[in-house]
């Protein structure tokens, strides 16, 4: 089987612990997670992890099943790409000189649609949102100029199909 990305989607209760046993998961069988990302869902009192590996699907099936018998997960689904809108968001920090001696700058910010959130008499601090490789490529391309701090988010998805995780977490509102 040939690997590819999945994107897993996790909704639980929110209780202490739960993350590190899931991520034992992945740990068990030398999975490296590529990204994570936790937020409450559309449900009150219920949390969604989003988490990105790179694997088979039948390893990812496994992994699956491995943490639903999690006492306190609701339910979890794994998903291609082609399955999900996805989108991961990042902070690049840069000399502010960049800004106003630099056009290009001013080109890769323009053509990136990126935002800049903040500018200080030393640094400036740009906001991408997008695909990973379009927050990889806007990196290669600030790169070169001297890039003083870079963050980047976990995947967040939504599925473009419907969930049926929604009728089953109507059942948790009261949690």
Known sequence: MEKERFTISVYSENNVGLLNRISGIFLKRHI???GLNVSKSEIKNVSKFTIVVFTTSEVTRKI???IEKQIEVIK????????????ESALFKIKSSLLFDERQIQNIIKESN???VTVSRDFFVLSKTGRK???DEMHDLLE???IMQFVRSGRIAVTKSEMPISKILNGYQHI
């Open 32 to 34: 490296n997670i590529e």
């Open 64 to 66: 699956v099943g491995q």
């Open 76 to 87: 979890a689904y794994y998903h291609t790409d082609e399955e999900i809108i996805y989108q």
């Open 114 to 116: 990126s935002q800049i």
């Open 133 to 135: 490789s379009e927050i």
């Open 144 to 146: 070169p100029f001297g």
